[in-house]
């Protein structure tokens, strides 16, 4: 960016004159020099036009015109000075401003960059807390390099600053890490015994109640368990499987037992329906005997009623057996629904294995390492290359109605 600007332009009254305008940002000011026509000579305008322009010294007489002008108000040039081509200004002015926005804004990054090395200082253990800040204010510093609110050079200085907090961050979580392993060893060694033990159970039913309240215990306990997050959701996949073994079992048994349970009441139906054949064949029986002795005199009223009883009893069995049907398509239509609803948890099931298969896959173990999000990208930190954290749900159980829900 061009900070010196050489015009003709005049001064005072009309006053033809060599004008010089230059900003000073660190002071943000303008400083301005001006030379009378009749004064500029030719080694005067070369040394102005060639070399201090492009940033060479250059030593203003005495006699030379001059102001300072605040960088910030709304016009650079005072009353008494004008130029040939104010556009030149007009433009020099704009992006001025906006370096000089650009220069406090870099101010204020670095100070912030610098109280979190403050921050820093004297600590001892990695700190969760202080690695969000930095990364937080990592993403801010991206986005203004973004948005062009601050160049690139400034941003890669800000980047290298803040990439010595990470990686000090790093350090002193390896060294947390060594003693981590030995106690996470141990923990899971313990929770596997217990584990494995409830799972040896699961061919008894009358443990199935146990495992059910032992397993909530161990997911209540694993979860406030001092263990790594990889570890932690192994033993929680171990639970799961037991959860969904257990709750096959029962499903299982429940099925099994209606199976009996239709098979008894078919049993029940057909003889119901073969005592009221042989009800029907007695009737009839009955009918021609009543018939004959009456040589044929008794209508159908009246047979009907002297027989009233035997009616009464098939109309007892054909309620009972109207009855008896309902309850075997009633537990049919469970088995059904059991059977469904075992499909879609198989289905369920295999969805959410890929899905944390997937997760597993694509998750940085942050327990074991952690990337500077300065290093995801080529030119400026993208929101998809933000390190992610994975809370891990524990499976819930419902024992209720001999139902068991994962």
């Known amino acids: 960016m061009q900070q010196r600007i050489v015009t003709w332009g005049e001064i005072g009254t009309d006053l033809k004159a060599l004008i010089t305008i230059e900003l000073d940002e660190a002071n943000a000011n303008i400083i301005i020099n001006a030379f009378p026509k009749e004064k500029v000579s030719k080694e005067l305008q070369d040394a102005i036009f060639n070399e201090w322009k492009n940033g060479g010294n250059f030593q203003f007489p005495e006699t030379t015109y001059q102001w300072t002008v605040d960088a910030q108000q709304d016009n650079i040039l005072p009353n008494n000075v004008r130029v040939d081509r104010p556009i030149l200004i007009t433009e020099a002015q704009s992006l001025w401003s906006r370096k000089l926005m650009s220069a406090k804004l870099n101010q204020l990054l670095n100070e912030e960059v610098a109280l979190l090395n403050q921050q820093l200082e004297g600590l001892k253990e990695f700190e969760q807390s202080l690695w969000d800040k930095a990364k937080t204010q990592w993403d801010k510093i991206a986005d203004y390099q973004k948005k062009a609110e601050i ?24 060294i947390n890490h060594e003693g981590d392993e030995e106690k996470t060893l141990q923990i899971s060694k313990a929770f596997n015994k217990v584990i494995d033990e409830l799972e040896d159970k699961l061919i008894y039913p009358d443990e199935w109640n146990n495992i059910f309240n032992e397993l909530k215990k161990i997911q209540t306990n694993l979860k406030e368990s001092p263990i790594k997050w990889s ?10 499987d037991i959860y969904a073994a257990l709750k096959k079992y029962r499903s299982t048994e429940f099925i099994n037992k209606s199976k009996a349970r239709i098979k008894q009441l078919n049993q029940i139906l057909s003889g119901f329906k073969e005592n009221i054949e042989r009800d029907k064949e007695n009737y009839k029986m009955q009918v021609e005997k009543m018939q004959h002795y009456t040589r044929g005199k008794l209508t ?54 890929k899905q944390n298969q997937e ?28 390190p992610k954290t994975t809370e891990l749900e524990p499976t819930t159980i419902d024992n209720k109605d001999n139902d068991l829900t994962v």
């Open 231 to 240: 570890a932690k959701r192994k033993l929680q996949n171990k639970i799961n």
């Open 300 to 353: 159908e009223a009246e047979l009907q009623e002297r027989f009233s009883h035997l009616f009464d009893r098939i109309k007892s069995k054909e309620e009972k057996i109207k009855n008896i049907s309902k309850t075997i398509n009633d537990i049919e239509r469970d088995i059904q629904k059991e059977q469904n609803r075992q499909e879609q948890e198989l289905q369920k099931a295999k969805e959410q294995d």
């Open 151 to 174: 160049s690139w050079e400034q941003t890669t200085i800000l980047k290298d600053k803040i990439n010595l907090i990470f990686d000090s961050l790093k350090a002193l979580k390896r």
């Open 359 to 386: 997760a597993e896959n694509n998750l940085s173990d942050q327990d074991n390492n952690l990337n500077n999000p300065t290093e995801e990208i080529a030119s400026i930190v993208s929101e998809d290359a933000q």
